[in-house]
Structure formats: C-alpha cells, structure tokens
C-alpha cells in the first residue's frame, strides 16, 4: 500500500444531556467508513447513542513543552474556589 | 501472553542519569506517562514491542476460533461465538492505536508480523482440533489472558492501560462462555465428556506457557516491573492462574493432566510438575504446528483485501475532488 488510511478521532455520546467523550481513534478512508468503523469497534454494547468522527490531522493541541506555563498559574489561585471564603455557620449554605 | 511480548526487548537507554531519575520518580508515584511526555528511549522500545505483539495477538488469536463458525453447533453458540471473534478484532485495534501513539505506523506493525519480525502469543500456534476447543480457549486462554491483563490496567502508560480497561471488561464474557460450552460437554454423553477432557489435556500445559519463561530466564522482566509496565512476574500470574482454575476443573470433573499437581498447604497454592520448555522455545521460535498457516492465513488476509484498501482511498479522493468543484 503506497498511501496510509488517515487517522480519526472517535467520540462518543454515552447517552442524551451527557457531552460527547473521547473513545479512541482509527484508520479509515472517509468520513463515511470512519463511522462505520467507529461504530463496529466502539459500541459493541451500547456505549453510546451518537458518534463524531474527527480526522486526527484538523485537532490543534497545545505543545506538552509548554504545559507548565500554560497550566501551573492556576495552582496557586485558591481564590478562584468556593472554600477559600470563610462564611459563618449561621449564614448557612452558600 | 503478554508477558510473551518481552521476549527480545531491548531496554537499553543512552539517556543521562539524571533524565532517568527523574522519570523513575514519576513512576514511583504512580503517575501516568502520556505520549507526549518524555520518556526514555528503552521505555519506548519496550511499550512499542509488547503493545504491538499484544495486538498482534488479538488478530492472529482470531484465526483459531474462526475455524469453528460455521459449524457451533446451536444459533446460541455460533451468536456467541461471532461476538467473540468480532471482540477480539476490536481489541486487536485499540491495542494497535495505543501502539501508535508511540509514533510507530499501523503499516510497519502489520508488515513486522507478516516478515515475522514481530511475535504473537505461542498459544494461537496450537490446532482447534473439536468444538470443546472453542470452550477450552474461552476458559484457559481467555482466562489466562485476563489474569495477564488485569494488572496491565495499571500499567504506566496511559493508553496501553486505558486500552486495557475496555479490553477486560468485554474479556470477562469470553471466559465465561467458554466454560459453559465445556460445562455442557462435561456434563453430557460420555463420548461428549471425553472431547472436553481431551481438550483439556491438550490446551492445559500451552495456556500455563502463556505466561512466559520462568522468572529466573525472564532476562528483560526486572526493568519493566521497574517502570512499572508490568506488576507481577510470570511465575507470579501463572501460579494464580493454576490456583484459580484447578477447582474450576474438579467441578467439572476433568482431570488436569499433570500427575505431579497437589495441593501445598504451606504455601496455599498448587505445585505444578516441570513445564515443556524446549516446547515453548520451538513454538515461539516459528516451529510449532500452525504458526505458518497463521502467517500465511494474515498476509492472505491482507493481500486479497488490498484492493478494497485502494478502491475506498480513490473513493474518498473523487468524492474531495468533487466537493471542491462544487464550492
């Protein structure tokens, strides 16, 4: 074979009002097989009720050399949640 | 069987030590290694090996199963059956994907099986001689192939460990399905008790060889129980799969066939007698009985299926090509 199947991206809505969820990825030649093909390998037993197939080559990821700047200013931002603020018992739920 | 896949792996790195420092802290608490991340080379290497020929495994374990579909001998049977040899393909291509991620192609996995570069399981290299072969492999090989793969969902790297976690939980059917096709055998006619003992006695030795060479000869197992790609040794797993399927066997009836297994009270678990070794390296080495028609079946496979490959590319191709003229 002088020229590979493209690789896709299988997501997976597990049922209604959940998001669709990363399953894996495959090789296929269209957008048509890919789902036949996501289909077959990934909902053998119900897993989902709706598939998108993505072709690997559109997805835009961040470079994992640069995770640390990108991710690790939030550590230190304990202010963002909810159990940095101090409320008196009294005042109840918040 | 996947222990199996260590066999010829290089583990050796070039990287400085304090690199590998580093990356054994990660390890050591237990934190997930992701493709992307850095990793040494030998780590790699060893992943690219034993995920490939795990994959391998799956496709080529195919083979012997589907020699029975046609003749299951109920629609209930033959249902489960197609189920399960379709399972074992899907498993075949998570495994495969996993692979990739460590930026090996599916084209140079496939052709490293065809040459016989790459190795699969030396069980798949045994005949399905009768129907309670397909129960005997769904109890034994299936069975020993979850207790392998069970502590492989652990495994620190990510994807070959979230691979895992599917694969375990469609295996558990598989094994089950075969123990009652062997249940019904053993509990049938005697001519139909004596095929599930003969089975018995033939796949018994070849699925305790699933496990891999003893500890002691297993020359790659220390660096990836290190890197905490594997968690137990061979001899480990293999010896609770003895204890787990002994009494599985005495339910039924069927005899185990090995005169010097007994039960030691010491260790709580079974002795075994010796094990064929010169078997299992003639097996692996590409001698045993069906390991040419294996790879000949595979290439075949491959070869008849090439023109769907290309004429559903050129598809794909006019199809872009119109969509392009129409916009």
């Not at chain 2, 495994?57 to 012997?64: A, K, N």
């Not at chain 2, 996995?109 to 001689?129: C, D, R, V, W």
């Not at chain 2, 392998?148 to 895992?164: E, H, K, V």
């Amino acid at each position: 074979m002088t020229q590979s199947m493209p690789l896709w991206e299988v997501f997976i809505r597990p049922r209604n009002g959940l998001a669709h969820k990363h399953a894996g990825s495959l090789h296929a030649a269209d957008e048509v097989m890919a789902l036949q093909a996501a289909r077959d390998v990934y909902t053998r037993r119900g897993e989902g009720n709706s598939v998108w197939v993505v072709p690997s080559a559109a997805i835009t990821a961040s470079d994992p050399d640069q995770a640390g700047e990108n991710f690790e200013p939030t550590g230190d931002k304990i202010y963002r949640h909810p159990t940095f603020y101090e409320i008196p018992e009294e005042v109840g739920n918040m | 069987m996947y222990s199996q896949g260590l066999i010829g792996a290089d583990g050796q790195t070039n990287e400085t030590p304090e690199f590998l420092e580093t990356f054994q802290k990660r390890i050591d608490a237990e934190e997930k290694v992701e493709p992307t991340d850095a990793m040494p080379e030998g780590y790699r290497r060893t992943l690219v090996r034993q995920i490939g020929q795990h994959a391998h495994s799956e496709i080529v374990g195919m083979l012997p199963e589907g020699n029975w579909i046609t003749r299951a001998p109920s629609l209930r049977r033959k249902a489960a059956l197609l189920a399960k040899v379709q399972d074992e393909g899907g498993h075949g291509l998570y495994l495969y994907s996993a692979a990739e991620t460590l930026g090996v192609s599916r084209e140079e996995m496939t052709e490293e099986l065809h040459s016989g570069k790459a190795k699969y399981s030396s069980i798949f290299n045994y005949p399905t001689l009768s129907w309670a072969d397909i129960g005997t492999i769904g109890w034994l090989v299936d069975g020993a192939a979850i207790m392998n793969q069970i502590p492989l969902c652990r495994c620190s790297f990510g994807p070959y460990a979230r691979a895992m976690i599917r694969v375990c939980k469609e295996e558990s059917f598989h094994q089950r399905q075969g123990y009652e096709i062997i249940m019904t055998l053993a509990q049938g006619t005697p001519e139909q008790k004596e095929m599930a003992q003969d089975s018995l006695n033939r796949w018994w030795w070849p699925s305790l060889m699933m496990f891999g060479p003893h500890d002691a000869d297993s020359e790659h197992s220390d660096q990836s129980m290190t890197w905490k790609i594997k968690r137990f040794t061979n001899d480990q797993l293999r010896q609770k799969f003895i204890d787990a399927t002994v009494p599985q066997a005495e339910y039924l009836g069927l005899k185990v066939p090995d005169p010097d297994l007994k039960w030691n009270e010491e260790k709580g678990g079974y002795d075994h007698g010796e094990i064929d070794w010169d078997e299992f390296w003639r097996v692996v080495k590409g001698h045993g009985r069906m390991n040419r028609d294996r790879i000949k079946d595979r290439r075949a496979a491959w070869e008849r299926g090439a023109w769907v490959r290309e004429a559903a590319l050129a598809h794909a191709e006019k199809r872009r090509a119109r969509k392009i003229a129409a916009e």
